[in-house]
């Protein structure tokens, strides 16, 4: 039963369409996550939702829209795709991060999104 | 602005060895550093994790080193095994947990 799962694992799509990625976790956790690996392999946090309130919300364009309908879903929709936003996104949770929270994420396998 | 580095890209080791995988950081605020592992087609997945205010915490064949003086941390696999081969990417955090770029490490017979 997969912790962390998210769909679709791969996307194509054409330049300055509209693509959805969502997510799902069956953790309990209360904080969820996407992360950005581009062609470089850096992984960049991009938002951060906790009990469907956002949290962090890095320089990421407008474009890009998470939407959180409960704590156990968080989805990424991506408007007017571009050629850079070719990537692997991730999808993450975890326990709320208190005092003490250690850092530990649990990941999706991540979906793979190729704009042509 | 990168705060937290790993310089090498890639580590070849023989089955049997120590390998170490090293890494940077600049932000002396950092409160935790954590090491995860991630095999291809796959997400990374914890691995081991140091506070700040520890030098060293192993688990197994896993060791980590914090030298805070220098900003750096080690880990250190004894013995190494062929199915450790992966990319092992460096972490820390404040608010939020800040990833190295990886070093993806080969364990050949």
């Known amino acids: 039963d997969t912790a962390v799962s998210q769909t679709p694992k791969y996307l194509v799509t054409q330049m300055g369409n509209d693509k959805s990625i969502k997510c799902e976790q069956n953790?309990?956790?209360?904080?969820m996550y996407w992360y950005k690996q581009d062609s470089k392999k850096f992984l960049k946090i991009m938002f951060s939702?906790?009990?469907?309130?956002?949290?962090i919300n890095e320089t990421v364009p407008n474009r890009f829209s998470p939407k959180s309908p409960d704590k156990a879903h968080l989805n990424l929709h991506i408007n007017s795709l571009e050629l850079g936003d070719s990537a692997v996104y991730f999808c993450?949770?975890?326990?709320?991060?208190?005092?003490?929270?250690?850092?530990?994420?649990?990941f999706g396998e991540g979906s793979r999104l190729t704009v042509l | 602005d990168q705060q937290v580095k790993q310089n090498s890209p890639s580590l070849s080791v023989q089955e049997g060895r120590i390998s170490i995988l090293n890494c940077d950081y600049t932000?002396?605020?950092?409160?935790?550093f954590l090491w995860y592992k991630k095999y291809p087609a796959e997400g990374p997945t914890f691995l081991i994790s140091?506070?700040?205010?520890?030098d060293k915490n192993e688990d197994g064949r896993f060791t980590v080193f914090l030298n805070k003086s220098a900003k750096h941390l080690s880990l250190h696999i004894v013995p190494s095994q062929p199915g450790d081969s992966a990319v092992y990417f460096c972490?820390?955090?404040?608010?939020?947990?800040?990833f190295g770029t990886g070093t993806r490490l080969q364990v050949f017979p």
């Open positions: 993450a949770s975890s326990q709320e991060r208190r005092t003490g929270w250690t850092g530990e994420l649990f």
């Open positions: 953790l309990g956790h209360d904080t």
């Open positions: 939702y906790n009990n469907k309130e956002l949290i």
């Open positions: 932000n002396s605020m950092f409160d935790y």
């Open positions: 140091i506070s700040s205010i520890k």
């Open positions: 972490a820390a955090t404040t608010d939020k947990l800040i």
